[in-house]
């Protein structure tokens, strides 16, 4: 809408924006928008994208109510170590169909998500789960035991303590 005479401009019919205007100043918003958003990915740069996680391998102090068979599960951790009369060992807590985290029960381990059950030794009683849970590495030196859950060992490995 144009304005005529020494009509002033108003809110209602604005002064029309020449559209040499209006496409240089759309130009200048782009590229200040760009600069912004270039400049919030640099502040960025400076932080590790990648979170840290916990070491796989770590220390265990059994408790010495600890019953022979009976699982402990340290806390935060997908493992659960057992000691009984032939010495320690430690199975992954972790589901073999789908990675939930199992609970050990009276009769051995359930996974709350799709009702898989295990042995106490990790062998499969009742899938969907396709293997059993893997046994994990123990050591012990100087009175302390070392579990590392990235170390897969075979099946019935104890460690004398
Ligand atoms: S994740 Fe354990 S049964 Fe599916």
Redesign the pocket.
């Known amino acids: 809408m144009t304005t005529t005479g020494n009509a002033k401009p108003s809110r209602l019919s604005p002064e029309a924006v020449p559209r040499r205007d209006w496409l240089g100043l759309s130009a200048m918003w782009s590229m200040g928008a760009a600069m912004a958003f270039s400049l919030i990915g640099m502040l960025r740069l400076p932080k590790a994208a990648v979170l840290s996680s916990p070491s796989k391998k770590f220390r265990v102090t059994l408790p010495a109510s600890l019953n022979a068979g009976e699982a402990f599960v340290p806390p935060g951790r997908t493992v659960a170590v057992f000691k009984d009369a032939e010495g320690v060992h430690a199975i992954s807590t972790v589901?073999?169909?789908?990675?939930?985290v199992?609970k050990p029960v009276a009769e051995g381990f359930e996974?709350?998500?799709?009702?898989?059950q295990f042995h106490g030794d990790g062998s499969v009683k009742r899938?969907?789960?396709p293997r059993a849970l893997p046994w994990l590495k123990v050591t012990a030196s100087g009175g302390n035991l070392m579990v590392d859950e990235g170390a897969v060992v075979p099946a019935g490995t104890k460690v004398n303590v």
């Open positions: 589901c073999t169909h789908l990675g939930c199992i996974c709350p998500c799709h009702g898989s899938g969907p789960a």
